[in-house]
């Protein structure tokens, strides 16, 4: 179906529910709740983006996102326990326990520049524009995501050719692809997050557009890219999002440090520690096995902080004072393009610092460092780095044999259970673009 821009109206495509497989079983019941208390106040109400895609791909949703045209306050009326959030994109939180199914109001296509909506250089900065269902449709970023699931007769409104999309495995995004990307490079990461998770292939147009516009990542917040980076990289499809990442040349604007040190190869052979780390964190996804950001970010960050330990190192420094301080230069770095926080920036720096006491065998010190409650994450490193071949696989055997002995059995893994696996629904504090 054709989009045109100044075109007032288009006619969507209506699938009446005997004609596609959405069942309201697979719904989050709380989910249904707002829904159809939406709708017995006289509200349009409807399941829209991953998650509508998702049950229509057979797939388990990661968290149910509803449009309506209620206003937010409207939204807050209806539901007690509901908070509204967000001032660049207002919208209301219905808490069910742990559970909050999120409520958005339609958004609009008022005059780019209403008081409401801020531009700046043609990038989205808040948009509290509310609008019709046809428009709220017309500003989500990929076809595939502007399905809407009617809980009034169970119909799936398309106004974008979505199911189409759906069923080749395209994705498209909604309008003129440059602009999209302008409007919100985060836009560009998201087509590589559902390119990889999906495995659909990204159109010729959207595809072209982002091995030209990196850059515009610059103006992304560190905070919110963090986020991305968590998506991207803990949805179990980590290697392949980092290869196309690289392959679009957009991983070089996320982590400029790494890239650096990975164009190098090391005595002709190339550096595949990151492959491998990602592969172990897909593969412990795939276990339903924790992971966390602590331990994914010392695998994307260990090249840059290796290489400049060296460095360091050749300048005369100590190993362990050398590991600090690389550690710390390039934290600092890292931060200004994609924030870490705290609490996972310091259990990194200590799976980095802690490689330098494994080489330590003598008397007490392996029993001191089994103790440590950061020994199994730095040990699970250590045995990466002697798969790629850049620590002694003699001394990571050592290791296995020492801690098969010694160690108190013990769930196997990286610290901080982190499960992104069947497990109550989180939800960031901030919010992007329309839901
Ligand atoms: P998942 O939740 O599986 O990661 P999702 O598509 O639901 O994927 P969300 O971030 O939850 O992604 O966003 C919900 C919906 O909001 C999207 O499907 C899309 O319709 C819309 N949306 C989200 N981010 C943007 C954006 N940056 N630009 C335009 N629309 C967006
Ligand atoms: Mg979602």
Same mark, same amino acid.
């Given at each position: 179906m054709e989009i045109l821009e100044?075109?007032?109206?288009i006619t969507p495509t209506t699938i009446p529910?005997?004609?596609?497989?959405?069942?309201?079983?697979?719904?989050?019941e709380n989910a249904l709740k707002v829904l159809y208390r939406l709708k017995q106040h006289g509200y349009q109400a409807y399941l829209v983006g991953g998650s509508v895609r998702d049950l229509l791909l057979g797939r388990e949703p990661k968290d149910f996102d509803v449009a309506t045209d209620a206003r937010p306050e409207e939204v807050r009326e209806v539901f007690r326990n509901c908070r509204l959030i967000g001032r660049r994109f207002r919208l209301a939180h219905v808490h069910f326990g742990r559970e909050i199914i999120e409520v958005a109001t339609f958004r609009g296509r008022a005059a780019?520049?209403?008081?409401?909506r801020l531009m700046e250089n043609g990038m989205i900065l808040r948009d509290n524009v509310y609008g019709t269902l046809e428009e709220d449709a017309l500003r989500r970023d990929f076809t595939v995501n502007a399905l809407y699931y009617n809980i009034a007769d169970f119909s799936v409104v398309d106004y974008a050719g979505g199911m189409a999309d759906l069923r080749r495995g395209h994705l498209r995004l909604l309008g003129e692809p440059e602009q999209r990307y302008r409007e919100d490079p985060v836009r560009m990461l998201r087509a590589v997050r559902f390119a990889a998770k999906l495995g659909f292939t990204i159109d010729p147009a959207c595809e072209q557009a982002l091995f030209q516009m990196g850059?515009?990542?610059? &103006?992304?917040p560190a905070a919110r890219l963090f986020e991305e980076v968590l998506k991207l990289f803990m949805a179990g499809t980590a290697v392949n999002a980092f290869e196309k990442l690289r392959h679009y040349g957009l991983f070089a604007h996320l982590f400029p440090a790494t890239e650096a040190a990975l164009a190098r190869e090391e005595g002709a052979f190339p550096i595949t520690f990151v492959t491998r780390g990602l592969h172990n964190t897909d593969v412990r996804i795939e276990e339903g096995k924790p992971v966390t950001p602590a331990f994914l970010f010392a695998v994307l960050l260990w090249e840059p902080v290796r290489l400049r330990a060296r460095e360091l190192e050749a300048e005369g420094i100590a190993p362990f004072p050398a590991m600090q301080q690389a550690g710390a230069e390039i934290v600092i770095a890292q931060q200004g393009v994609v924030a870490l926080p705290k609490r996972f920036s310091l259990p990194m720096r200590e799976i980095w610092n802690l490689q330098h006491r494994?080489?330590?065998? &003598?008397?007490k010190r392996p029993h001191r460092l089994l103790g440590h409650p950061r020994f199994r994450a730095a040990y699970d490193f250590l045995l990466l780095r002697a798969e790629a071949g850049e620590a002694d696989r003699e001394l990571a055997e050592w290791w296995t044999a020492f801690e098969a002995e010694h160690a108190p059995k013990q769930e196997g893994g990286q610290p901080a259970p982190v499960s992104r696996r069947r497990r109550p629904r989180r939800r960031r504090p901030r919010r992007k673009k329309p839901s």
């Amino acid at each position: 179906m054709e989009i045109l821009e100044n075109e007032t109206h288009i006619t969507p495509t209506t699938i009446p529910r005997p004609e596609h497989t959405l069942s309201r079983a697979d719904i989050s019941e709380n989910a249904l709740k707002v829904l159809y208390r939406l709708k017995q106040h006289g509200y349009q109400a409807y399941l829209v983006g991953g998650s509508v895609r998702d049950l229509l791909l057979g797939r388990e949703p990661k968290d149910f996102d509803v449009a309506t045209d209620a206003r937010p306050e409207e939204v807050r009326e209806v539901f007690r326990n509901c908070r509204l959030i967000g001032r660049r994109f207002r919208l209301a939180h219905v808490h069910f326990g742990r559970e909050i199914i999120e409520v958005a109001t339609f958004r609009g296509r008022a005059a780019e520049e209403a008081g409401d909506r801020l531009m700046e250089n043609g990038m989205i900065l808040r948009d509290n524009v509310y609008g019709t269902l046809e428009e709220d449709a017309l500003r989500r970023d990929f076809t595939v995501n502007a399905l809407y699931y009617n809980i009034a007769d169970f119909s799936v409104v398309d106004y974008a050719g979505g199911m189409a999309d759906l069923r080749r495995g395209h994705l498209r995004l909604l309008g003129e692809p440059e602009q999209r990307y302008r409007e919100d490079p985060v836009r560009m990461l998201r087509a590589v997050r559902f390119a990889a998770k999906l495995g659909f292939t990204i159109d010729p147009a959207c595809e072209q557009a982002l091995f030209q516009m990196g850059d515009l990542l610059q &103006a992304v917040p560190a905070a919110r890219l963090f986020e991305e980076v968590l998506k991207l990289f803990m949805a179990g499809t980590a290697v392949n999002a980092f290869e196309k990442l690289r392959h679009y040349g957009l991983f070089a604007h996320l982590f400029p440090a790494t890239e650096a040190a990975l164009a190098r190869e090391e005595g002709a052979f190339p550096i595949t520690f990151v492959t491998r780390g990602l592969h172990n964190t897909d593969v412990r996804i795939e276990e339903g096995k924790p992971v966390t950001p602590a331990f994914l970010f010392a695998v994307l960050l260990w090249e840059p902080v290796r290489l400049r330990a060296r460095e360091l190192e050749a300048e005369g420094i100590a190993p362990f004072p050398a590991m600090q301080q690389a550690g710390a230069e390039i934290v600092i770095a890292q931060q200004g393009v994609v924030a870490l926080p705290k609490r996972f920036s310091l259990p990194m720096r200590e799976i980095w610092n802690l490689q330098h006491r494994f080489t330590q065998r &003598a008397g007490k010190r392996p029993h001191r460092l089994l103790g440590h409650p950061r020994f199994r994450a730095a040990y699970d490193f250590l045995l990466l780095r002697a798969e790629a071949g850049e620590a002694d696989r003699e001394l990571a055997e050592w290791w296995t044999a020492f801690e098969a002995e010694h160690a108190p059995k013990q769930e196997g893994g990286q610290p901080a259970p982190v499960s992104r696996r069947r497990r109550p629904r989180r939800r960031r504090p901030r919010r992007k673009k329309p839901s």
